[in-house]
């Protein structure tokens, strides 16, 4: 996420001691992100294209799905581009392509409470065609096509919301999923299972406690399943959840239907797992991609290319999505890399910074995101 930390010159000699002072001072040096980092990521089913949520500067790049930099290029150029002010684009984390118009549904967190509808051809500094005002904390999304839904999971309330996928502006939800039975603490990732109608989400752990809670506290992340037409206060089906799990920070999830299993960007654990629907309660991944050479490094997103058996994952981590083999499992080496800077390019991993501090011992500065 592009954050740009400014440090000034003492301005004490200016100050004036009988009241505040404008100062309008160029920074002495700014430590940013200059790259993209990509958080989630889809495909337009129609023409095979992969679209990059780049939270970090607030935009959508679009790549041909067979685009594979080369080791000693400096990046790959996106097809087009989507960002600029008049997009509304801000914290863009969840994204939707509507498998039969192209259309592209973009979630904005933290700063910008809203979700943006744009036309598959938009590109560059385009007004979306429709927002929706969505509560505050919104992160992923998922559709069901055949009943026409939308649906949404909201951080800091720990909640799911389910509209009707054309609503617009001030639009209400249909239906609301929340309450302390719902185990639902700090959901990110939603996706769907529509031939069993289950609902799949992912949870980093940060939840409320009591009756009526007034304060919070932490519980193991976990990945809790609802029946989809669930509302109100209503406990999940089961859960995954435990050590033997390696969930840690799970961020975007994608349900294979056709295999019966769903995959997950395990952000803080820079990996992705792989669980059989089926699974329950403490149990191990039936498959786990991570290692140097996958070049995985906070994923964020997921999703399955069912045309062509491919995986992809797009992290934020080092400015790069990876695509694997549907069936991919341990260390190996992606298929293809799409990278959006130079190689030895480190992502400056400055997210939704809160505060900044200084380290007079070590001359560190620290900044908790």
Same mark, same amino acid.
């Given at each position: 996420?592009?954050?740009?930390?400014?440090?000034?010159?003492?301005?004490?000699?200016?100050?004036?001691?009988?009241?505040? &002072?404008?100062?309008?001072?160029?920074?002495?040096?700014?430590?940013?992100?200059?790259?993209?980092?990509?958080?989630?990521?889809?495909?337009?089913?129609?023409?095979?294209?992969?679209?990059?949520?780049?939270?970090?500067?607030?935009?959508?790049?679009?790549?041909?799905?067979?685009?594979?930099?080369?080791?000693?290029?400096?990046?790959? $150029?996106?097809?087009?581009?989507?960002?600029?002010?008049?997009? @509304?684009?801000?914290?863009?984390?969840?994204?939707?392509?509507?498998?039969?118009?192209?259309?592209?549904?973009?979630?904005?967190?933290?700063?910008?409470?809203?979700?943006?509808?744009?036309?598959?051809?938009?590109?560059?500094?385009v007004?979306?065609?429709?927002?929706?005002?969505?509560? +505050?904390?919104?992160?992923g999304?998922? &559709?069901?096509?055949?009943?026409?839904?939308?649906?949404?999971?909201?951080?800091?309330?720990?909640?799911?919301?389910?509209?009707?996928?054309?609503?617009?502006?001030?639009?209400?939800?249909?239906? $609301?999923m929340?309450?302390?039975?719902?185990?639902?603490?700090?959901?990110?990732g939603?996706?769907?299972?529509? @031939?069993?109608?289950?609902?799949?989400?992912?949870? +980093?752990?940060?939840?409320?406690?009591?009756?009526?809670?007034?304060?919070?506290?932490?519980?193991?992340?976990?990945?809790?399943?609802?029946?989809?037409?669930? @509302?109100?206060?209503?406990a999940?089906?089961?859960?995954?959840?435990?050590? @033997?799990?390696?969930?840690?920070?799970?961020? +975007?999830i994608?349900?294979? $239907?056709g295999?019966? $299993?769903?995959?997950?960007?395990?952000?803080?654990?820079?990996? &992705?797992?792989?669980?059989?629907?089926?699974?329950?309660?403490?149990?191990?991944?039936?498959?786990?991609?991570?290692?140097?050479?996958?070049?995985?490094?906070?994923?964020?997103?997921?999703?399955?290319?069912?045309?062509?058996?491919e995986?992809?994952?797009?992290?934020?981590?080092? +400015?790069?999505?990876?695509?694997?083999?549907?069936a991919?499992?341990?260390?190996v080496?992606p298929?293809?890399?799409?990278?959006?800077?130079?190689?030895?390019?480190?992502?400056?991993?400055?997210?939704?910074?809160?505060?900044?501090?200084?380290?007079?011992?070590?001359?560190?500065?620290l900044?908790?995101?």
């Amino acid at each position: 996420l592009e954050f740009r930390r400014v440090l000034f010159r003492s301005l004490a000699a200016e100050a004036n001691p009988k009241g505040p &002072v404008m100062l309008d001072k160029a920074p002495i040096r700014q430590v940013k992100d200059t790259y993209p980092t990509y958080s989630a990521i889809a495909q337009d089913v129609r023409t095979g294209d992969i679209f990059m949520q780049d939270e970090n500067l607030f935009g959508i790049r679009v790549f041909d799905r067979m685009t594979n930099t080369p080791p000693n290029a400096a990046f790959s $150029e996106p097809k087009r581009y989507l960002g600029g002010h008049s997009t @509304k684009l801000e914290f863009n984390c969840g994204l939707y392509i509507d498998p039969l118009s192209g259309d592209i549904y973009s979630v904005n967190n933290d700063t910008t409470d809203s979700m943006v509808v744009f036309p598959s051809s938009a590109e560059g500094d385009v007004a979306p065609a429709r927002e929706l005002k969505t509560p +505050h904390g919104s992160y992923g999304i998922a &559709v069901d096509e055949d009943k026409k839904e939308l649906y949404m999971t909201v951080e800091h309330t720990n909640s799911i919301v389910v509209y009707d996928k054309f609503a617009n502006g001030t639009d209400k939800f249909k239906r $609301e999923m929340r309450g302390l039975n719902t185990q639902l603490a700090d959901p990110h990732g939603i996706s769907l299972h529509i @031939k069993k109608q289950l609902m799949l989400v992912t949870n +980093h752990g940060n939840t409320l406690d009591g009756v009526s809670p007034t304060y919070g506290k932490f519980i193991p992340p976990s990945i809790t399943f609802y029946p989809m037409d669930s @509302k109100g206060n209503v406990a999940p089906l089961r859960t995954i959840a435990g050590d @033997k799990t390696q969930l840690n920070w799970p961020a +975007h999830i994608w349900v294979d $239907e056709g295999r019966d $299993e769903f995959y997950v960007a395990n952000d803080a654990g820079n990996s &992705v797992l792989v669980f059989n629907i089926a699974d329950e309660g403490d149990v191990a991944p039936k498959r786990i991609i991570k290692g140097p050479k996958t070049q995985i490094r906070n994923p964020m997103g997921v999703f399955i290319d069912q045309k062509n058996d491919e995986l992809w994952v797009s992290n934020m981590g080092n +400015h790069r999505a990876v695509v694997f083999d549907r069936a991919a499992n341990g260390d190996v080496a992606p298929k293809r890399v799409i990278r959006s800077a130079p190689e030895e390019k480190v992502a400056q991993a400055i997210g939704n910074a809160g505060a900044v501090g200084y380290d007079s011992k070590r001359e560190e500065i620290l900044v908790p995101n």
